[in-house]
């Protein structure tokens, strides 16, 4: 099994925005769910956002809705995660994760997952 490849993590400034893109293959992208977790120093890893990749029906976590959005490219076997009014406490290891039968936040669910990218978010 191919693992997915996250890219597009930076240093923003509070306010700022970026899109994290998450490469994967075409079977992943065909099989269930996919979500985006973050884990900072010293805390438990969270979802962010999941979207079934079958139906495009998404989820969030209520600490970046209105301000993230999930969404996914087939032609490019890609999921997205734009990241709009970036707060301080959105600084994090973003991870992608793939296989889980199950569009849930719990990350024992998935069994894919990249090797994460940094998003530092400063005041």
């Known amino acids: 099994q191919v693992q997915p490849v996250e890219s597009g993590g930076g240093s923003v400034q509070a306010g700022g925005s970026l899109r994290l893109s998450c490469a994967a293959s075409?079977?992943?992208?065909?099989?269930?769910?996919m979500g985006w977790f973050r884990q900072a120093p010293g805390k438990e890893r969270e979802g962010v956002a999941v979207?079934?990749?079958?139906?495009?029906?998404?989820y969030y976590a209520d600490s970046v809705k209105g301000r993230f959005t999930i969404s996914q490219d087939n032609n490019k076997n890609t999921v997205y995660l734009q990241m709009n009014s970036l707060k301080p406490e959105d600084t994090a290891m973003y991870y992608c994760?793939?296989?889980?039968?199950?569009?849930?936040?719990?990350?024992?669910?998935?069994?894919?997952w990249g090797q994460g990218t940094q998003v530092t978010v400063s005041s």
């Open positions: 075409r079977y992943t992208l065909s099989s269930n769910c």
């Open positions: 994760a793939a296989g889980s039968r199950v569009c849930t936040f719990n990350w024992h669910s998935y069994n894919r």
């Open positions: 979207i079934n990749t079958g139906g495009s029906a998404t």
